[in-house]
């Protein structure tokens, strides 16, 4: 927290938390001190204005930003009772604990079996072919995808509308069975009855995972999420439930931000 | 909070539902003391315009409801905006509420002064009226001005309306005990008290919202009301006169 006032707060047990995160693209700080807790089977949304830094927040929890040889990261975020940063961590494992669903969908182009079956392979999930069968199907049902395409398994993932493909991509994310999964704008290139799709998926997702989400759209954070985060240049602003965020942020760059003042 | 959204005509609607809302406001205000004047003066010409201003009253409500629902359901505003626009749309019930109880109040004096009907004293009843009109103006005031420490002032004010309305419950029962013909015009006394007493809660209630728009809290505590005519007896062997 950069600033005292936060708006009130649902108490939940963290399954995440970030204390006094940093991010530097080379020199340029583009997260300045960030402490979060992320509540266990609870939707938190990451709010703020493009450049404001929530993706890259969003992609420290799965150690995304290493693959950016300018990225370095300080501070301490905590999974299971280990800082992830830990030069023991097993960045592989991690991701298939804390799964990612992008803003555009990319489904491998492999058949819609493959797409969902390839994770549990490389991790040697399934123990037989029967098995992984379980996997893609329960996997294709939790996404809300299987009575769609359970006549066509074998066709190519890319052959899916848009909204089916980013079901395809939860389905694949769910495959490894992670505890989290972030999703980075994962609805911007829906229209509004896909979306509304995957928002009532994630709905039912959060009795089983936790589902970290940034979103451009406000409206979106305050239909699906339980905790909202605002930040702004870098900076975490303001944290809490998100039905205080939105009728009554407690602080002044939050109110103006949420309702479209220049902040 | 800044002031200028992004959007200008969205500045545009909100000005327009605060406009409506002070319009409706001076409106009954307005309303009010002229029903007042006309019972006072015992002018039939001045209570039946009041009726009839009641109903431009009305239309005014219902623009600023249509707005009031056009923002949310269009602009989807959230915070101090959502606050404004949902207690606006609350308090200009009120409003239109204390419009048809003064609406009646004039309907009444038409009435009793129409039959010569004799009432027994109503200063105290004027003076009921004289506070409500002050309140509806300290409120339009601090709605106006955002001030929330005069809506918090206004909600207390509420107490003295139920006071009068006491002591009028009081003096009416003994005139009507003095002379059975007193009866027809102090029960529409009676009744336009209570309209009064009523128009006093709408106030306070528009007060307490205020309160919120302004906060982002509700006023902590209930409001100390004092209107105990539910529970008053008059023994007629035992009446001071």
Known sequence: MTEEKTAQTDASTPIMTASGVDVFYGKKQAIKNVSLDIPENQITALIGPSGCGKSTFLRCFNRMNDTIDSCRVTGDIQFAGQDIYSSKVDVVALRSRIGMVFQKANPFPKSIFDNVAYGPRIHGLAETKDHLEDIVITSLRRAGLYDEVSDRLNEPGTSLSGGQQQRLCIARAIAVDPQIILMDEPCSALDPIATAIIENLMDSMKEKYTIVIVTHSMQQAARVSQQTAFFHLGELVESGATESIFTNPAQERTQNYISGRIG | ?241
């Open chain 2, 1 to 241: 909070m800044s002031d200028d959204h992004i959007v200008t005509s969205f500045d545009e609607d909100m000005s327009r539902l605060e406009a409506l809302f002070l319009e409706m406001g001076e409106m009954v205000a307005e309303q009010l003391k002229a029903a007042t004047r006309a019972l006072r003066k015992e002018d039939r010409v001045l209570a039946k315009q009041v009726v009839k201003g009641d109903r431009q009253l009305n239309k005014m409500e219902a623009e600023l409801n249509d707005l009031a629902i056009k923002i949310l359901a269009l602009r989807q505003p959230f915070a101090g905006d959502l606050r404004k626009v949902v207690i606006t749309l609350k308090s200009a019930g009120h409003l239109e509420r204390i419009g048809d109880l003064t609406r009646n109040m004039a309907q009444r004096t038409n009435t009793i002064t129409k039959a010569e009907a004799d009432t027994g004293p109503i200063d105290t009843l004027i003076r009921m009226s004289e506070i409500v009109q002050d309140m509806i103006g300290s409120i339009m005031r601090a709605y106006r001005t955002g001030d929330t420490e005069l809506a918090t002032l206004v909600r207390a004010l509420d107490q003295s309306v139920d006071t009068s309305h006491n002591a009028l419950f009081r003096e009416m029962l003994t005139y009507m005990m003095e002379d059975l013909r007193n009866i027809s015009g102090c029960m529409h006394v009676m009744f336009m008290a209570k309209n009064i007493e009523r128009m006093g809660d709408n106030v306070a209630d528009i007060a307490k919202e205020l309160i919120y728009m302004n906060t982002g809290d509700w006023p902590e505590g209930k409001r100390v009301k004092s209107d105990k005519t539910s529970k008053m007896i008059l023994d007629p062997d035992n009446v001071e006169t």
